[in-house]
């Protein structure tokens, strides 16, 4: 909530804003009170976290959980909780470098986040690590989490010469009576719940994962089925919508409205011709992914099993996962973050009573994947009610050509569904088979359907294909290209 979109989203508007009437110093005075700011205010949250790790366990045991490692769970939560602090503050540094379109280095911050902790799984790293932990605690876990707390470091640290080249001085300032911070401050409150709506209802899902009630494993098998979606999500949507964040912005502070439209209406286009695809190809090869990705070790076919069943609620959701990650920035580059949260809220209190609900009365029917139909049927209506709000608003959002391609899309995914499916039957991947062989059949299958998907869309003239390839022949970054290709 604190890294993913929330900070970025009060910032980057009023940032703009900034720029564009008095760029310079006063801008950049703005941004390194604001900085500080979030490092007080960071510093305090990953501080009780730490001291009431026990309370912040307790919350997910609500349903009577089995406690065999909860010690150990609270002992973990304690080391990673700081790590808030400086993956926080890293959200701020890469909300200011969007704004000068400064893309691809935030972007890669999160590998050296992943090299961190993969650096950690080693066993000449996590031993020496271990024995620093009481007896009680040492398992290569404590390592890990020590892994994620250097990787959020990293993730700080790479982006602050950035800012510094570009104006901002790094010398301490707390301020909370600058009208810009707390103008800032104002839309950070409901952007920070507008825009963690879907971090608060995973935690939601996994509160009732935790059920006595639910199949054994179910906290895993979600968790990475999560991780699956996420893949595609972070891929094509949280891109392109990192990308047009800072452009809408700045045709708002421009008071270009009907652009800033069009932005968002380019956007979701090309978000929805990847994301609908990607979707009916994760529900129909989901248990081959699953398989190949994590049936090794102690992960059997029964867990393949479980976590691909997971998936497939999760993938049921993920246009609609997409769609919300550009309408939101849409209305805060409008300085609107209270629209959002007030959605957000009614969106929280339905995935909490289909959870209730499919939990004691579906639970049969449903299994684990009862938490992941919850969050992708609340995803629909979130961005049903944001999008009917807005154009209530501001008018038309270019609802029937939209609708006039998803028809077209639909028709080639549908096309591509029917060569994945012919694909499976013919490359089966099955669980006797050797990882390579596994993985080269499922390859095969993808690359014929994504294939098949291509070619019907251009014999459909779909423009969205058009436009894609353009943005792929741009040189620079994917994001940079998308955010040039969306201001034209």
């Known amino acids: 909530m604190t890294a993913e979109g929330s900070l970025g989203a009060s910032l980057i508007p009023v940032f703009t804003e900034y720029l564009h009437r008095s760029p310079g110093q006063r801008a950049w005075a703005f941004a390194q009170k604001v900085f500080w700011d979030m490092a007080t205010v960071l510093a305090v949250i990953a501080g009780l976290g730490a001291i009431f790790s026990r309370q912040v366990v307790s919350i997910y045991t609500i349903f009577g959980a089995h406690r065999a490692t909860w010690d150990l769970a609270v002992y973990l939560n304690r080391l990673i909780f700081p790590s808030i602090f400086f993956i ?47 007896a009680e605690y040492r398992t290569p876990a404590v390592a890990l989490a020590i892994g994620i707390l250097i990787g959020g470091a990293i993730q700080l640290g790479m982006q602050l010469p950035a800012l510094v ?54 906290v895993t098998s979600l968790y990475l089925a999560d991780r699956v979606m996420q893949l595609v999500l972070g891929s094509y949507a949280i891109a392109i919508s990192t990308a047009i964040f800072p452009t809408m912005s700045e045709q708002i502070a421009a008071g270009q409205r009907e652009q800033m439209k069009r932005t968002f209406g380019f956007g979701l286009r090309i978000v929805s011709f990847l994301t609908i695809p990607a979707a009916a190809g994760l ?64 969106v929280l209190g339905l995935n909490i009573a289909l959870n209730t609900i499919f939990l004691f009365f579906f639970l049969r029917f449903l299994s684990n994947g009862s938490p992941a139909l919850a969050s ?38 549908g096309l591509m569904t029917c060569v994945a499916y012919g694909g499976r039957q013919v490359l089966p991947v ?29 014999l459909l003239r779909c423009e969205e294909l058009s436009e894609l390839f353009l ?10 290209a998308v955010a040039q290709a969306a201001a034209q």
């Open 165 to 218: 080249r570009r104006g901002m001085s790094l010398a301490p300032e707390v301020s909370v009576s600058d009208p810009g911070v707390q103008k800032a401050a104002r839309l950070m409150g409901p952007a920070f719940f507008g825009m963690g709506v879907y971090q608060i209802n995973l935690f939601v899902d996994t509160v009732f994962a935790f059920s006595r009630k639910m199949p054994s494993g179910s």
């Open 376 to 413: 992708s049927l609340a995803a629909y209506f979130n961005f049903g009610a944001l999008f009917v709000f807005f154009r209530n608003r501001y008018g038309r959002l270019g609802a029937r050509g939209l609708l006039a391609s998803l028809a077209k899309i639909a028709v080639c995914a």
């Open 88 to 134: 926080g503050l890293a959200g701020v540094a890469a909300a200011l470098l969007h704004t000068f379109r400064v893309f691809a280095l935030p972007a890669a911050t999160p590998v050296f986040f992943n090299l961190a902790m993969i650096a950690c799984s080693f066993e000449v790293v996590y031993r020496p690590i271990m024995r620093w932990a009481p």
């Open 283 to 346: 529900i129909l090869l989901r248990e081959p992914i699953i398989r190949v990705l994590f049936q090794h070790g102690e992960f059997s076919s029964e867990s393949t099993t479980l976590t691909a069943h997971a998936l497939f609620f999760y993938s049921l959701g993920l246009p609609a996962f997409a769609a919300i990650k550009l309408i939101t920035p849409m209305y805060y580059s409008t300085q609107d973050t209270l629209t959002p949260a007030r959605i957000g809220l009614y």
């Open 430 to 458: 099955a669980a006797q088979q050797h990882l390579i062989a596994q993985a080269g059949r499922l390859t095969s299958v993808i690359l014929a359907s994504v294939a098949a998907y291509f070619g019907l869309a251009r």
């Open 471 to 480: 943005l792929l022949r741009r040189p620079g970054a994917p994001q940079e």
